[in-house]
Every structure is written in structure tokens, then in C-alpha cells.
């Protein structure tokens, strides 16, 4: 088995469970993880042979555009998506995190993880 890491695609989308959220948007940071076979492609040298981290990167790119409330949401969304396009992929840890969340204090970021296996 072998990793894909995709670190801190950054999105400005309009997540929140607040309707000013709706409307003024926030930078997020997504980090995703996938598990899956590198042993041909490590030979064969071979896009077609491995998982593109462009669509990896697609994914995330089009579902963060789409308004979720919750961003537990949002990255279930991520993951039934890649599990969907990408079916050399075993597994699934992705970080979704609203940077400067507005929660009354000084907070860097919020982050939720999920992690999910192939059925």
C-alpha cells in the first residue's frame, strides 16, 4: 500500500451554520489522505496506473464550493466523491478546517476529521 497526501488546498467557501456565513464566506484549508495499491505504477511509471491527485484536488475544489452548514458535511461529501471516481482508493483521512472561525475568541482554525475505509 502507499499514500497520497494532498496538504492545505485552500478555498474560500460560504460554510456556517451563521446567515452572515452564507454571505461573507471564509478562507478553509482541506488536507486529505488516501490510501491505496503504488506498487504498478512504481514500475510502469504510469499515470493511468496510480490515483491523480488532480482529480483528488477537483473533488475538493467543486464540493468546497458547494454551501454546507456543518463541515463534517462537506468532507462526507469529499469522500463519498472520491471513493466514487478514484476506486484504487482504500481509504480516506481528510481535515476540513475554517480558518478564523467566528466563535467570540482568538482561534486559528477549526478542524474536523474523518476517516473512512472502502466497503
Same mark, same amino acid.
Request: aromatic share 12%; proline share 7%; with cysteine.
Given at each position: 500500500?502507499?499514500?497520497i497526501k494532498l496538504k492545505n488546498?485552500? @478555498?474560500?467557501? +460560504?460554510?456556517?451554520?451563521?446567515?452572515?456565513e452564507s454571505k461573507i464566506g471564509s478562507d478553509y484549508r482541506v488536507d486529505l489522505e488516501i490510501k491505496t495499491d503504488l506498487r504498478k505504477s512504481c514500475i510502469s511509471d504510469q499515470l493511468a496506473? @496510480?490515483?491523480? +491527485?488532480?482529480?483528488?484536488?477537483?473533488?475538493?475544489v467543486e464540493e468546497m464550493a458547494i454551501r454546507s452548514e456543518l463541515l463534517e458535511h462537506v468532507a462526507h461529501r469529499i469522500i463519498v466523491?472520491?471513493?466514487?471516481?478514484?476506486?484504487?482508493?482504500?481509504r480516506i483521512k481528510i481535515g476540513v478546517s475554517k480558518i478564523n472561525?467566528?466563535?467570540?475568541g482568538d482561534v486559528e482554525a477549526v478542524t474536523i476529521e474523518l476517516e473512512?475505509?472502502?466497503n
Open positions: 500500500m502507499g499514500t488546498i485552500r @478555498t474560500f467557501s +460560504y460554510h456556517g451554520c451563521l446567515v452572515e496506473d @496510480t490515483v491523480d +491527485y488532480v482529480l483528488l484536488n477537483q473533488i475538493v466523491r472520491v471513493f466514487a471516481e478514484a476506486p484504487a482508493v482504500s472561525p467566528p466563535i467570540g473512512e475505509y472502502r
